[in-house]
């Protein structure tokens, strides 16, 4: 019953944000019938007492506890900032789930020009956790990893898994007019098998969509996942993530 988040994210400037933040990502035709589009409200980069709110389903308040530590060995310096993180998210037929992350995020640095300067090469950031629907019932896995964008190939993939179904995420790249944004995920659309059962836009305040034919329990899964992830890639925070 562990979830666990591996991500490379590179740094990007602000005016790379904007551009970004500026439009929506691309809808597969699949998720454009049938389907309900939620709005998300209450993204807030981490304040106290965050909540959000998408449709009809909403998230307790999110309890947050975090450390940083500073680090240097062989000229590389490490900044680690750890992040808990726990919340509920309460569906509209009174079901409840419950989410716990504990959240590893890894800053690496070279220093340049006699340490006057320091480089990024790279960031990490892991997360661990559980997504428990139903006591009664077995808990999720969940992986999702991010490798590095300045890598040729690459792909951002992950998946769910309670050991007898399993859920493929894909990333969206994409936006709304079919252009390409590199270096940078959209969102994630949810893969069962051969057909997308949903969809979660990690840009601006954030959007949600559910095919509406699923099982309740499948809902359920995917919207809280989704919360998951908006509360992970929180885009308001002052470190752009992918």
Request: overall charge positive; some cysteine; proline content about 3%.
């Amino acid at each position: 019953m562990t979830i666990r988040i591996k991500q490379l994210f590179p740094i990007f400037s602000m005016a790379t944000l904007l551009a970004s933040c500026s439009t929506s990502m691309m809808i597969n035709d699949n998720l454009k019938t049938g389907t309900t589009v939620m709005e998300v409200k209450g993204r807030s980069g981490g304040m106290p007492g965050q909540k959000l709110v998408f449709g009809e389903y909403a998230s307790s308040k999110v309890k947050r506890k975090i450390g940083a530590t500073r680090s240097e060995s062989y000229a590389v310096s490490s900044q680690t900032t750890r992040d808990t993180m726990q919340f509920d998210v309460f569906s509209p037929t009174g079901d409840s789930s419950r989410v716990f992350c504990l959240s590893k995020t890894s800053q690496l640095s070279l220093p340049i020009a006699g340490d006057k300067f320091q480089v990024s090469v790279g960031d990490q950031d892991v997360c661990f956790g559980t997504i428990v629907l139903d006591t009664a019932s077995p808990g999720w896995n969940f992986t999702i990893d991010n490798p590095n964008a300045m890598a040729a190939d690459f792909i951002s993939t992950g998946a769910i898994s309670n050991g007898q179904t399993t859920i493929q995420f894909k990333a969206i790249q994409r936006n709304a007019k079919g252009k390409l944004i590199k270096d940078r995920v959209l969102g994630f659309e949810f893969w069962k098998g051969e057909e997308v059962i949903g969809a979660v836009e990690l840009i601006g305040s954030g959007k949600i969509l559910v095919k509406n034919s699923l099982p309740q329990d499948i809902k359920f899964l995917i919207a809280t996942a989704a919360a998951t992830m908006l509360l992970r890639y929180d885009m308001s925070k002052a470190k752009v993530m992918q």
